[in-house]
């Protein structure tokens, strides 16, 4: 197996763990209270969870988040989840597709065939989108069927690898010309440490309407680069493995920009991305929850996890008075101190 690959295969094996979660840092959706509506004047049945994103519209407010990619391993869970998307009308998201990009690889890519209906987001690396050619990019989107592609920033993560990216010049305008060569829909997704609002602006300033603000307090991904003991050194790895933004605090430094916000990192149910709505999120998306239910019971147990995600969220719709997503983010909620110290 290639480097590449056996990277991704430890990423795989970690990351149904909960050994690879941030130590002390948390998404901060804790400190998000929903305010109870005891007359709802809404029949359960009524709630229409209907979203729209990237110009798609979801039966639900769900993005099964990228995970994994590029190697066999990877083409079972890839394609297993992506139908739980196409059964639920949901979005799924891809690992990194650098593989397939640079060498060819299709293993974990394509899932079309089981997936025709759900919609899908490529994900490639900034720097390795920064160094490939735009219509090479293109043909990776079409030959998966991809709806939209993830252009990823990571790095906190590459900078403790070694050999991990070290020239993170030339982000934005990449960004720019993807935006305005592809013919699908760019997100700028973060990789575990969110997105603040001055990137947030610099993002919209490039043309991104849409991001995956990736926050911190769920996954830490320089936690599992030094578990894989691939970090510069097990100290450095330490002292970096809680940073970043708190996910609910991303979101809530981004809403206002006019963006549509994919809140990931840290979601671990519905009332989580219910919360994540109030505070300006379009959507909310799931990796680590999903993959645990997946390896626990296949295609059915991934399913039945995110049917019961689906019904959380419907639950505090109603018990907000909310009769979809979409009016959440009228309703009143309590924020405690520490988030607060995060309003823009």
Known sequence: MS????????HLDLCATDQVAFQS????????????????????DEVDLSTKLVGKTLDAPLVIAAMTGGLARADEVNKDLAQVADDLGLAFGFGSMRPLLEEGVTAGYM??????????????GIVQAAGAKVDDIARMVDTTGCDAICIHLNPAMEVIQPGGDRDFRGGLKTLTQLVQRLDVPVIAKETGCGLSRG???????AGIRTVDVSGAGGTSWVGVETL??????????????????????????LDGLGLEIIATGGVNHGLDIAKALT???????????????????GQQGAHAAAVEVLEEVRIACL?????????????????????????P
């Open 3 to 10: 480097e590449h690959g056996e990277r991704k295969a430890d």
């Open 199 to 205: 990137v947030g602006q610099r993002l919209v300033d």
């Open 25 to 44: 840092k948390t998404t901060l959706f804790e400190d998000v209270q929903l305010v109870h509506n005891a007359l709802p004047e809404i029949h359960r």
């Open 111 to 124: 899932v079309r065939d089981v997936a025709p209906n759900a919609v899908l987001f490529a994900n490639l």
């Open 228 to 253: 894989r003991a691939r970090a510069l050194s097990k100290r450095l790895g330490e002292l970096y493995w809680d940073w970043g933004i708190p996910t609910a605090a991303s979101v809530l430094q």
């Open 279 to 297: 505070l300006g999120a379009t959507a909310g998306g799931m990796a680590r929850p999903l993959l645990k239910a997946w390896n626990e019971g």
């Open 319 to 343: 018990l907000t008075g909310s009769a979809s997503p979409h009016d959440m983010r009228n309703r009143p909620r309590i924020l405690g101190p520490a988030i607060r110290q995060w309003v």
